[in-house]
Each structure stands twice: as structure tokens, then as C-alpha cells.
């Protein structure tokens, strides 16, 4: 076990281990967490009381979480002198699995995301993204109902690589005349410059995991979304190679577009998955009006980053939206939502997003009877219209709770599901 400054390893607990690709999980597991900045503090704490209670409750005291604290952000700053502590990324590493809250990331300067940082340190490199409807949300669509997919975003390429030179500094200068002499390309002179990398590795790694979710939950069709018609040797290419892994390595189980319509008259044969793809900007009006359509998504990252903000709406917003990141053995699951600062510590932030990431962590651990009792405690919670401010102000006759209300009243209707009691 790796020695640390500022992190404290539980003397009691175990750690995960990960054999031939799989996920060892003891009964009683250490799981780090980051609290994060703003209302992070707040919906840190309304989160670890509603899955401690679903794993107590579930299990019977069989199993146990134990925590660990580690440090990013603001309080890292203050605790450790820097943002992200080299410390955190090993422990994560060799704790396997861990779940934080939203990071500060400033616009414009300062320093980079770092979200996008522990990704890309991690190589957690699919961001994936349930996007399905709670009843009782308020919801902008006639039908949220029929939203039920999952995206499944790059996350270490593209333009979040991070390769930018600001406007006038002598790397822009040179990349341009560099672009200029050897590829009679012409840049105004007065841009800030950068590169999209999509490679051949990332993208099939990424498609990779989608269809395996994809076989593993009985999901149907796999979209791949780009914008290929215009990026043809990035985004275009990672259309290419993501059908080409299909044919590759899932050949009997996959079907393209054109063989379903050739060969089984439109219809999905059974047992096999559609890969299809669509145009980004296309993808969007689609989404809208032919939800039922999409079951799996793959995209690069900057189309993902737009498309999964743009699909929570849908189902009610960001601020109910879960993540995940995951690698080959690492996952890091995650508050989709910033830090909203004029909001932290004031205990009236919704912590659905953070306690929806906890159930993807669940689940991910092979803990399901813990995820379904949240999930089902959660609804019923919302259906009895007592919720926080930001979906109070949107509900008739809501009751508005504080953040840790709201966990309380989650964790009191864990008892009414495992009752049997009916939905009101």
C-alpha cells in the first residue's frame, strides 16, 4: 500500500482489487471521495447519508462503505497547497473506484479543468451518461417519458486534449508559420490556435465499451454521432473506425443500417445490436423528436460534452444529471453540474445528481440492490413533490426542502419501498 501526506487510509476496510479486467469487491470496501468546491460541501453530505442508509438498509449490515477522504479544488488549496495532489490521482489508482463532487474550473485562464485532469492523468477515457426520466420532474418536452439512453463521450481526445496557444504567444507564432511554410495554410494572425487529435486507439477503445453495455443491458442500437461531413479525418474517421471495430470484433452480434433494411426489412433480428451513426447537428433535433430511436450513443468528446447538457434537459436538468468515467479498471463517477458558489453552504442544492452518481457507482461495483432502492426511494420522493428550490419553483403545490431534507426524506421512503408501500 502506497504511503501518503495528507490522505488518511481507514484502518478498517479493504481495498478493491481488479483481476483478468474485473472488479474485486469486498463486503466492506474503502471508496475515496472529494467533497468538492461551492455546493459541493452541501451535496456531499446529503449523498454519503442516502447511500450509507441504502447499503445499510439493503444489506443488512452485510456490507459497509468506508471512506476516504481525498483532496482537489479549493480545499486541497488550503490543506495541501495545491489543486490536485499527485497523492490523489495514486490513490485513486490504487483504490480503483471513487466518487467526488463538482471542481472549480476557471474561464478563460487560470488553471486547466481539472475534471478534464484527472480523466485524462487516469485515462478514464469514456464519460458515460444516463440520460432517463424520473417521473414528477418538471420537464420542457411533451413526452420525457420516452427519454431512456446512454452516452457514452470520449474523454481524453479531441479538443479537451487541451493542445491551445493563446493569441501572440511565440508557440502560436510558430505553430502558424510552421502551418503557413509547410502546408500553405493561412491563419489570421491575431488567433489563438489549437489542435483536435482523434485517434484510431481511442475511438475503438470507446465504441468498444459501448457495445459491450450495450450486450450486457440488452440495449439495441448504437448510434455513433460526429460530424464527419465536415471534420472528415477526425470526426469522420471516428465514424470509420467505429464501425470497423464492430465488424471486427462483435461480427455476430452487430448489424449496420443498410443490412437492416436489405436484408430484415427494418426490423432489429433478435439477438443482435443495430450500429448506426448520425450527423451532430442532425442528432439534436432527433433527440427531440424521436427519442425512442437511440438506446446507446458513442461520440467524440466535444459532441458528447454538448449532447448529454443538451438530453438532461430533457429529463429536467444538469442538476439531476449522473456520471460516470471510466477506464479499463479505474472508475471515477461524478455530479455532472458545476459548483454553483452563490448557492454552497446554504444547504438548499439539489443532490440528485451526486446521489444518482453513487447509484452508477453501485452498480458498477455489482451492488444492485442498494442502486434500485435510491432509485425507487428517490422517485417516489419527487412524485410526493417534496423537493429542493430548483425543482420547488417549477412543481404546483411542492413542498420545498433544504438539501439535507431532501436526503432525509429519501432515506425515510427507503422504508416505504422496502414496505411494498404504493407509489402516491
Known amino acids: 500500500m502506497a504511503k501518503y501526506q495528507h490522505v488518511r487510509v481507514p484502518d478498517e476496510g479493504e481495498r478493491i482489487q481488479a483481476q483478468d479486467g474485473r472488479l474485486v469487491v469486498p463486503d466492506r ?26 447499503v445499510e438498509k439493503a444489506y443488512g449490515g452485510r456490507k459497509k462503505i468506508v471512506w476516504m477522504e481525498l483532496y482537489a479544488g479549493e480545499k486541497a488549496q488550503r490543506v495541501t497547497g495545491e ?7 495514486e490513490a485513486i489508482r490504487e483504490f480503483k473506484v471513487a466518487i467526488k463532487g463538482p471542481l472549480t474550473t476557471p474561464v478563460g485562464s487560470g ?16 464519460c458515460v451518461r444516463p440520460i432517463r426520466y424520473i417521473p414528477g420532474v418538471p420537464s420542457p418536452v411533451k413526452h420525457p417519458e420516452q427519454v431512456d439512453f446512454v452516452i457514452f463521450r470520449e474523454n481524453t481526445e479531441d479538443v479537451y486534449a487541451g493542445l491551445e496557444w493563446e493569441r501572440g504567444t511565440p508557440e502560436a507564432k510558430r505553430l502558424m508559420e510552421f502551418l503557413r511554410d509547410e502546408f500553405g495554410v493561412q491563419i489570421r494572425p491575431d488567433s489563438g490556435v489549437g489542435i483536435k487529435p482523434i485517434s484510431e486507439f481511442g475511438t475503438k477503445r470507446l465504441v468498444r465499451k459501448a457495445i459491450q453495455y450495450a450486450l450486457q443491458n440488452k440495449r439495441r442500437r448504437v448510434t455513433l454521432v460526429h460530424k464527419g461531413n465536415i471534420m472528415k479525418y477526425t470526426e469522420g474517421a471516428f465514424r470509420q473506425w467505429g464501425y470497423e471495430l464492430a465488424a471486427e470484433e462483435f461480427p455476430e452480434v452487430t448489424i449496420t443500417e443498410a443490412e437492416l433494411w436489405e436484408e430484415h426489412d427494418g426490423r432489429i433480428p433478435e439477438g443482435k445490436i443495430l450500429i448506426n451513426d448520425r450527423i451532430a447537428d442532425i442528432m439534436f433535433q432527433h433527440v427531440l423528436t424521436r427519442p425512442k430511436e437511440f438506446e ?33 479498471e479505474l472508475g471515477v463517477f461524478e455530479a455532472t453540474h458545476g459548483t454553483a458558489p452563490s448557492h454552497a453552504d446554504k444547504d438548499e442544492a439539489n443532490p440528485t445528481a451526486l446521489i444518482l452518481s453513487g447509484v452508477l457507482m453501485f452498480e458498477y461495483l455489482g451492488w444492485p440492490e442498494a442502486a434500485r432502492l435510491i432509485r425507487e426511494a428517490l422517485a417516489r420522493t419527487i412524485q410526493q413533490k417534496r423537493v429542493t428550490y430548483d425543482l420547488a419553483r417549477l412543481m404546483e403545490g411542492a413542498t420545498q426542502l433544504r438539501t439535507s431534507e431532501f436526503a432525509q426524506a429519501v432515506v425515510e421512503n427507503m422504508d416505504a419501498v422496502l414496505a411494498g408501500a404504493p407509489t402516491p
Open 111 to 126: 488553471f486547466r479543468s481539472l475534471n478534464v485532469t484527472i480523466r485524462q492523468a487516469l485515462d478514464l477515457y469514456a
Open 83 to 89: 489543486v490536485l495532489p499527485q497523492e490523489t490521482l
Open 29 to 54: 470496501p474503502i471508496i475515496p471521495f472529494i467533497e468538492g468546491d461551492g455546493i459541493g460541501r452541501d451535496i456531499w453530505r446529503a449523498t454519503k447519508l442516502v447511500l450509507e442508509s441504502a
Open 296 to 328: 446507446v450513443i458513442a461520440t467524440p468528446n466535444l459532441n458528447g460534452d454538448y449532447l448529454s447538457d443538451a438530453c438532461a434537459a430533457q429529463v429536467g436538468g444538469v442538476g439531476i444529471a449522473p456520471g460516470a468515467n471510466l477506464g479499463d
